[in-house]
């Protein structure tokens, strides 16, 4: 990801969790978990598309911030913007998993998907297949906006792109699953 | 930009997104990602006050007094790298029970975390909690058991980062002519807590070493030893040095040494 090249963060809002932990509230880690742990949670799921492994990713991400924001000098703590830091984090391992998995035999694989395709969410995993078809950019730009519900300043934030091009990667890759879409249609059809 | 082409699968996503949850109870999840990711911590009455201690894996890693749970936490994070949350389990409620007793003045052996620490440090440490209550000990004495004789100064760097002040009793050690000296949280207080022990400092300034003529053996003068020696025989000794001097040879109990 282009962490090098983020712009400067367009909305500055202070982020009165992060204040809380620079504080020393020792309620604030607590908070931090319990606000964002089923948004990461989906958001590496549509990544990993198993529960376990979504788990594990999340653990990590988590135990990565806290690692990272308990070494942190005071007032950088307290400036943080703490939900796309933590996307930027959860993307970062759930990516790296997925590698790793890639390298493992394909026989392995075809047992983790098949135990995950379940009766009753087979919905779910069409609409993540889809999103997995998609190329890279668009699938992040997509998964954040309309998965996550980002807005496209913490888009921005997440992935370090412009809004604009957050923006048209969203269109773009909205358009590709509407056709995606109408092609399983025409199938369905002939059947 | 929502025109009516991709309303389906803007929908479709939207659907998606409420129907992922994970397997297992989020509320477990969460606890085991706070388990993992910060240190239990909970306050305890002691001697100084109200003081909070932090657990690390493997048994107390820090205690120290403050004003507040934030003064705490973020000492704790400055001194660490790492948050404090309350405590829950079962685990941390036995060592609690534990600190509590052993602050309170009961022989209680509590499980320390001084993984943070370098060996000497934890050498260092691992003597003075050996030193009991009622006695003291000179910073000489500790540099000698732990293995760097003369090491002195160290010693006294030590006592003065000592992470868990009160479970390492670092207020009975005193400076090598038997002076209370200084204390991380006052040198009033380093006296007042070995008053509380049944220690007189008066009586072992000047003079932290007693020897008998009867065995021709010199003790720290809070030795278990030196306290049975018969008023009418007691000699004082200003330095080891002095009572080798004299002829007496060192206690095998409490092994005082001569500063170097």
């Known amino acids: 990801m282009e962490t090098e090249t983020r712009k400067t963060d367009a909305t500055p809002e202070p982020d009165p969790l992060a204040a809380r932990l620079a504080d020393g509230d020792p309620s604030a880690p607590g908070a931090l978990v319990e606000r964002h742990y089923m948004e990461l949670y989906r958001y590496a799921y549509a990544v990993l598309r198993e529960e376990r492994a979504a788990e594990d990713a999340v653990q990590d991400a988590f135990e990565r911030a806290f690692g990272a924001l308990g070494r ?8 943080m913007r703490l939900r796309p830091w933590m996307y ?22 075809s047992v983790v998907e098949s135990a995950a395709s379940d009766e009753g969410r087979e919905g779910v995993m069409d609409a993540l297949d889809a999103l997995g078809r998609l190329p890279e950019r668009q699938r992040v730009a997509v998964t954040l906006r309309y998965l996550q519900d980002l807005p496209y300043a913490e888009i921005s934030g997440v992935t370090g792109w412009p809004e604009g091009t957050a923006k048209t990667l969203v269109r773009r890759g909205l358009m590709r699953l509407r056709k995606m879409m109408v092609v399983e249609d025409t199938r369905g059809d002939q059947r | 930009m929502n025109e009516p082409s991709v309303e389906r699968p803007i929908a479709l996503l939207r659907e998606t997104a409420a129907r992922v949850a994970p397997a297992r109870e989020p509320a477990v999840l969460m606890d085991e990602v706070l388990a993992a990711t910060t240190d239990p911590f909970f306050a305890a009455e002691s001697p100084l006050g109200t003081v909070y201690v932090a657990a690390g894996p493997e048994g107390v890693r820090f205690l120290e007094p403050a004003a507040s749970e934030e003064e705490f936490a973020s000492r704790y994070r400055e001194r660490f790298g790492r948050f404090v949350s309350p405590a829950g389990g079962a685990e941390v ?48 004495w500790v540099a000698s058991e732990a293995g760097a004789p003369g090491a002195s100064r160290a010693v006294g760097n030590v006592m003065a980062n000592n992470p868990v002040p009160l479970l390492v009793p ?69 330095s080891m040095r002095a009572a080798v001097e004299a002829g007496f040879r ?6 005082p040494v001569a500063a170097a």
Not at chain 1, 72 to 79: D, I, T, V
Not at chain 2, 113 to 127: C, H, I, K, N
Not at chain 2, 250 to 255: A, G, I, K, S, Y
Request: hydrophobic residues 35%; proline residues 7%; aromatic residues 4%.
């Open chain 1, 72 to 79: 942190y000098p005071e007032g950088r703590l307290r400036a």
């Open chain 1, 88 to 109: 930027t984090i959860t993307l970062n391992v759930a990516r790296n998993r997925l590698r790793q998995r890639r390298e493992v035999p394909v026989e392995e694989i």
């Open chain 2, 93 to 140: 409620a036995d060592l609690a029970e534990k600190v509590a007793a052993a602050l309170a003045g009961e022989r209680v052996e509590v499980p320390l975390d001084l993984s943070r620490a370098t060996p000497f440090q934890r050498r260092v440490l691992g003597v003075v909690k050996g030193i009991a209550r009622g006695e003291v000990r000179p910073y000489v």
């Open chain 2, 170 to 238: 670092c207020h009975r050690v005193v400076r090598n002519d038997g002076r209370t000296g200084s204390y991380a949280f006052g040198a009033g207080e380093k006296v007042r807590l070995l008053r509380l022990e049944g220690v007189e400092p008066e009586e072992i300034s000047g003079s932290p070493y007693v020897a008998t003529p009867t065995t021709g053996i010199v003790c720290h003068a809070t030795c278990r030893n030196a306290k049975r020696i018969q008023p009418h025989n007691r000699r004082a000794f200003r």
């Open chain 2, 250 to 255: 060192p206690c095998e109990v409490c092994r």
